[in-house]
């Protein structure tokens, strides 16, 4: 059987990127259809119940700043009386190092009196004051994130702090990614301010200013009671019921007159549809896979945009049966201790209703660019690595009474060195009626993909 189906611009990933453009489209009064081949829309953001668990199969909170355009989305949604802020508890976060959780310090008298760093490390990091920026860099390089804390803050902040911190966000290593790309803002704050502390200190300023005067919410981590799949049931609900297709493009070919012609399958069905435009709201691989056969030279450049694999644990259990456990966001662990997981979240203590009256709901990371072995592991050898580190880091006593598995065989866009110049090499050969968005382009949250979305729905206004 075959349908054919017509519309202005067809959105290929009904992730946040795509439902953005698709949103962003449909306001403007375009026909689109937006295409997903999974069975629910929102790509890695998806919200699961289960035995009175609530789980995050992704992210579990958004960072939001006051000026982020999602925000003015939420609001068109009805979604920003809503917005569930982190718990005050949130603020506290672990570091596991030399046997023992320490709170990673977040103020300057927490930062001269915690023991995570000793005296000499706390010295070297006061001296980045001194260092002029971009010392010892040769011209036009594309500095890591490991070679430039270690040349700024030492190697003591690397190791216990940023290192974690980086496997939290990317689940990557600071020697595999691009400071300039991964985070831009640490450049900056080295460009413009001479030191990083000095950046940081004007910007901490600017920005209490700044949010005095602006409408959106204060910047912070976000969510909503029935987690982010409100948001993504509430995005989806925006766009008319004819304006999303499951199935899956698997072909497409342009005609004479510039259009579209493209194939999706949507289980034995065929579904031809024309378009007039095309956005590919995807990951680069699948991008990459999309326009390989058409475009091969920018297909390869996607390609070669390496992607994390992710395996997460969800383990519900009793508060008692965790001795070692401390209220706060969670735990992250420094390569250097060599744990077999990546980090913990401490879903329950982060938003309300996550687990049952007296459980506790963690969400443990595995895999990343350093495992990816882990990520893909049996679901017993799974189980056996997680609750054996859960007993090394808390002290569990207990089997749990809820565990279940998630793995993503490509979750995390790795910004690795030379990043910059794939984005300038992909955008410089994107063809003429195609416009690309995805987690890849500018910055991995989900804040920022929403944007790249908005910005891809947009140029093809143009
Ligand atoms: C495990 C995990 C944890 C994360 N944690 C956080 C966090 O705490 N905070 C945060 O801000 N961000 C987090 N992120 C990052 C953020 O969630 C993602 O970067 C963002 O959601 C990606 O959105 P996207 O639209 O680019 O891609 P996706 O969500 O991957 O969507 C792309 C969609 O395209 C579809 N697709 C691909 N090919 C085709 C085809 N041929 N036909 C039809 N459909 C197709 C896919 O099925 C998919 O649904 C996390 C990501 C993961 C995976």
């Known amino acids: 059987m075959s349908t054919e189906l017509n519309c202005e611009v067809l959105v290929v990933g009904g992730g946040i990127s795509g439902l953005a453009s698709a949103m962003l489209l449909h306001q403007a009064g375009k026909k689109v259809l937006l295409v997903e081949s999974r069975g629910y829309l929102g790509g890695a953001i998806r919200t699961v119940e289960d035995s009175g668990y609530l789980l995050e199969m992704g992210p579990n909170s958004m960072m939001l700043g006051s000026d982020d355009p999602i925000n003015g989305w939420l609001r068109e949604v009805g979604l920003s009386e809503k917005l569930l802020k982190a718990s005050p508890d949130s603020r506290n976060r672990y570091v596991w190092c030399r046997g023992k959780l320490f709170a990673v310090p977040l103020s300057l008298p927490s930062f001269l009196t915690t023991p995570l760093f000793s005296f000499r490390e706390k010295v070297r990091v006061a ?15 594309d500095e890591t994130v490991g070679h430039f804390v270690r040349r700024r803050l030492g190697d003591g902040f690397l190791e216990k702090l940023i290192d974690p911190f980086v496997k939290g966000v990317y689940a990557s290593h600071p020697d595999l990614l691009s400071v300039e790309s991964a985070f831009p803002l640490l450049s900056k704050l080295e460009k413009e301010n001479g030191s990083l502390i000095r950046g940081a200190i004007r910007l901490s300023r600017s920005q209490k200013r700044k949010s005095a005067t602006l409408s959106g919410p204060p910047g912070g981590l976000y969510s909503f009671a029935g987690g982010l799949g409100e948001m993504i049931r509430a995005f989806s609900g925006y766009l008319k019921d004819e304006s999303f297709i499951h199935a899956e493009l ?8 510039g259009d579209f012609h493209c194939v999706l399958l949507q289980e034995e069905e065929r579904i031809e549809v024309i378009s007039k435009k095309m956005i590919l709201a995807t990951s680069p691989a699948d991008a990459g896979r999309i326009l390989e056969k058409n475009h091969p030279e920018i297909a390869s450049v996607l390609s070669s945009i390496p992607m994390a694999p992710v395996a997460i644990a969800y383990v519900g259990v009793d508060r008692e049966a ?3 456990y401390l209220p706060g966001f969670g735990v992250l662990f420094p390569t250097s201790e060599k744990r077999r997981i990546l980090g913990v979240i401490q879903s329950s203590d982060l938003f309300p209703n996550r687990a049952p009256a007296g459980k506790v709901l963690l969400t443990i990371f595995a895999g990343g660019m350093l495992s990816p072995k882990i990520a893909m592991s049996f679901d017993e050898d799974f189980e056996e690595i997680v609750l054996g580190e859960l007993k090394a880091v808390f002290g569990l006593k207990l089997k749990p009474d809820f565990f279940r598995i998630q793995r993503w065989a490509e979750a995390i866009s790795q910004y690795s060195p030379g990043h910059a110049l794939r984005v300038e090499k992909i955008r410089s050969l994107t063809p003429e009626g195609i416009a690309l968005t995805g987690n890849y382009l500018g910055g991995i949250s989900v804040s920022k993909t929403f944007t790249s979305g908005l910005d891809a729905g947009r140029s093809l206004l143009i």
Do not use: A, K, N, Y
Request: net charge negative; proline share 15%; no cysteine.
């Open 127 to 141: 001296q980045e004051f001194f260092i002029p920026p971009g010392s010892g860099l040769p011209e036009g390089s």
């Open 250 to 257: 698997v072909d497409w070919r342009r005609l004479s007159s």
């Open 322 to 324: 965790l001795p070692g």
